[in-house]
């Protein structure tokens, strides 16, 4: 058994306990006190804080994401710091009004439909064992046959909180999706997960129409924002536009596309615009941030959420503002891998849940 010291977060004083074999980040998010935090992997920097007192263990963080001038000046990634002694941190812990946060826990569960809606695009649904409470467009830590874990947002709807959507898009090499589940996970198997993690979800204080902007298997957590505000309009309380870009290379990588069609035919507030970036395609092609830069060349008083591979996250940024959007009604979720971690470029410096 790890030996366990004590995490004071400053400035609220709260005291909790910490194993040492355990990021500070963990402790915190299970002990429902709210740091803030992205990839979880030492990646991206949003996590970083003072340690005001005491020594941790760096642990896995890039080079890029804590420079060494962090360390001297006594920073650290919590989601990859383990303390060596009792810590006291500084916590950038506040919280937008409006928004519940729900404790980091642990569940198990059974995967009921494993396909392949696209090329290399797994669909898993996991029924889970017990419900686990989370805002929609955020992501669960899926644990690895081998003991490692990574991210994948949530497609599926918080209203169904027993059953988890993901959308796994295959990475060449990849320990999780060729090592294990484009290799061996099939339908039935049993599986562990902990969640629900991240600050990329729909802020329903923000009274505003929505542009959502997803590349790839990015669509995960925005259909997941979709169909919540698809039900606050069913009870009567959604008013606003919503438009979706979802941006592939090829038209066999629309996966959802008949089913965002048809939802798109339901429902007047909302538009759905693929954009096919590498062949013809019966529709508009290019890339996403040049789709939103002809259809939005002014964005304000719009709030966007864009998710996907980091290099389009970074230019439909960009584009959202140029188009005079300002980056308080902009959140973003980079899909970081352990290249992006080793090779550095994409870091995301501020916290973004405080607007
Ligand atoms: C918050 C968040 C949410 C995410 N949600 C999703 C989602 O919903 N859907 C989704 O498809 N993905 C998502 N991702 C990405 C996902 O977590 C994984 O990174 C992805 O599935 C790749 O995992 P892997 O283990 O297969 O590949 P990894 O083993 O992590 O490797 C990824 C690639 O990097 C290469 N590589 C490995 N190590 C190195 C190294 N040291 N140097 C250079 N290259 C290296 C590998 O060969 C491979 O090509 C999310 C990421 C984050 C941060
Ligand atoms: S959340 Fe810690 S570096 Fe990204």
């Known amino acids: 058994m790890s030996e366990t010291f004590t995490v004071t977060v400053e400035p609220l004083g709260t005291e909790l306990n910490c194993r040492a074999d355990q990021t500070v980040l963990d402790a915190c998010l299970r002990n429902g006190v709210w740091l803030p935090h992205a990839c979880t992997h030492g990646t991206c920097g949003t996590c970083k804080a003072e340690v005001l007192d005491g020594e941790v263990d760096f642990g896995d963080a890039s080079p890029y994401a804590l420079l060494e001038s962090d360390r001297d000046?006594?920073?650290?990634?919590?989601?990859?710091?383990?303390?060596?002694?009792?810590?006291?941190?500084?916590?950038?812990?506040?919280?937008?009004?409006?928004?519940?946060?729900?404790?980091?826990?642990?569940?198990?569960?059974?995967?009921?439909v494993l396909d392949e809606p696209a090329p290399n695009v797994k669909r898993l649904v996991i029924e889970l064992t017990e419900p686990m409470p989370f805002n929609p467009g955020q992501y669960v830590q899926l644990n690895l046959p081998g003991g490692d874990n990574r991210p994948y947002s949530i497609a599926s709807t918080p209203s169904d909180p027993s059953r988890i959507e993901l959308h796994i898009k295959r990475s060449e090499g990849g320990a999780a999706t060729d090592g294990w589940i484009f290799k061996d996970l099939a339908a039935g198997d049993a599986v562990t997960l902990s969640g629900p993690y991240g600050q990329f979800f729909f802020h329903p204080t923000k009274d505003k129409p929505l542009i959502l902007l997803g590349s790839g298997t990015g669509l995960a957590p925005l259909k997941s924002i979709l169909q919540h505000v698809a039900e606050l309009d069913d009870e009567?309380?959604?008013?606003?536009?919503?438009?979706?870009?979802?941006?592939?290379?090829?038209?066999?990588?629309?996966?959802?596309?008949?089913w965002l069609t048809e939802f798109a035919d339901e429902r007047d507030w909302f538009s759905y615009r693929p954009a096919v970036s590498r062949e013809e395609f019966d529709g508009r092609q290019g890339r996403v941030p040049q789709l939103l830069a002809e259809d939005f060349p002014r964005a304000g008083g719009n709030s966007a959420y864009i998710c996907g591979n980091p290099a389009m996250v970074e230019d439909t940024m960009k584009a959202l503002m140029q188009a005079r959007l300002f980056p308080r009604d902009i959140y973003r979720e980079d899909f970081f891998d352990s290249a992006d971690r080793a090779e550095g470029g994409h870091v995301v410096r501020s916290p973004l849940i405080k607007r």
């Open 73 to 112: 000046d006594g920073f650290a990634l919590m989601c990859v710091a383990k303390p060596k002694e009792d810590i006291v941190i500084e916590g950038d812990i506040e919280l937008e009004e409006g928004i519940e946060i729900y404790p980091v826990r642990d569940f198990s569960g059974t995967v009921t």
């Open 236 to 258: 009567g309380e959604w008013e606003h536009d919503v438009v979706l870009f979802h941006g592939v290379a090829t038209g066999a990588d629309l996966y959802e596309h008949d």
